[in-house]
């Protein structure tokens, strides 16, 4: 009888352990892949400036794929904003790719301050470029962890100034337990709206030159819209923008809208001014607000 439990778990010991090895060997596979983006063997310093970017005659595709950007050309003055507009697939998400250096020009070059965003140091890039993706992951961790995750040393005080710029102070007070408060798995225990809050808190912690927001094209109520526009006005000011958006109303908070169609800018100007100018602009934002 004594001998019949450790015996019994003797037994799952043994039958855990191919498991164990499996899992370990993806695991391993995993940390020994390497990066096919590094930073340059003599990197320099980005110099002190306001987040000018240009793009010029950028050309890539995907390792598989067809080219996607294809002469591309694009100046954003320091602290200036600019929306992007295309068709689904046109690269817009490619283009803040190659900002942030997820994936390197196949031509031309990306510049930001002056220097080519593959001279500079990874870490120092990505200080400067912060981008909030079209899904917003935010972790089963508490409201704080979350802003500062990829920063874990900022304190307490640049975790809520962040929150206070993303308008996330507010609803993250009245949580139970505030700052706390910890998110469900996945962060479904809070509204799109406020999600999209706490990455906008998370993208301007550390307070970068530039900012790339990456709207989702999903329908969000009025209120929620009206939320995020007053997030999105005050973390813009006096930032590089680049914003990627259907809604009209977004579009408006940027200084210029550029329309891309077959990897090229095809038109920039005003939002009034490319939907007179161009019809197929009209076009892209009516069929991108179904969704
Ligand atoms: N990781 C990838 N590997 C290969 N091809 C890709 C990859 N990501 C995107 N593509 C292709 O590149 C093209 C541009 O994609 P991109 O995501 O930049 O478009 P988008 O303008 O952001 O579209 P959407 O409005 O749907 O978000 C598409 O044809 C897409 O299929
Ligand atoms: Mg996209």
């Known amino acids: 009888m004594i001998l019949n439990f450790p015996l019994r778990l003797t037994g799952w010991f043994f039958a855990e352990i191919p498991r164990a090895s499996a899992a370990g060997g993806r695991v ?10 590094t930073d340059p063997k ?7 400036g306001p987040g000018d970017i240009r793009f010029s005659d950028v050309h890539f595709e995907y390792p598989d794929g067809s080219p996607v950007l294809d002469g591309f050309d694009l100046h954003v003055p320091g602290g200036r904003s ?10 817009k998400t490619t283009v803040a790719y190659l900002l942030a250096r997820f994936y390197d020009v196949t031509g031309g070059k990306v510049l930001l301050d002056g220097v080519d965003v593959r001279s500079v140091r990874l870490d120092d890039l990505r200080n400067e470029v912060a981008v909030v993706f079209e899904e917003t992951f935010l972790f089963s961790a508490s409201i704080r962890d979350n802003i500062a995750f990829g920063n874990p040393d900022a304190s307490d005080e640049q975790v809520r100034l962040a929150a206070r710029l993303a308008q996330a102070h507010e609803f993250i007070a009245e949580t139970a337990d505030g700052y706390d408060s910890m998110i469900g798995e996945r962060g479904y225990s ?8 706490i990455a906008l808190a998370r993208a301007v912690l550390r307070d970068p030159r530039v900012l790339i927001l990456d709207d989702a094209t999903s329908s969000v109520d009025a209120v929620t819209e009206d939320e995020i526009r007053v997030a999105l006005k005050t973390v813009m000011a006096g930032r590089t923008t680049i914003i990627i958006a259907h809604r009209p109303s977004t579009l408006l908070l940027a200084d210029q809208v550029i329309f891309i169609e077959e ?17 197929r602009y009209g076009a892209v934002l009516a069929s991108s607000e179904v969704v």
Do not use: C, F, N, W
């Open 28 to 37: 391993l596979e995993l940390l020994k892949t390497a990066p096919e983006i």
């Open 190 to 197: 809070l509204s799109g709206g406020q999600r999209q809050r």
């Open 263 to 279: 990897g090229k800018v095809v038109d920039s100007g005003t939002h009034m001014d490319l939907l007179e100018r161009i019809p």
């Open 82 to 91: 600019v929306a992007v507009v295309g068709a689904t697939g046109s690269g």
């Open 42 to 48: 003599q990197p320099v310093d980005i110099p002190p």
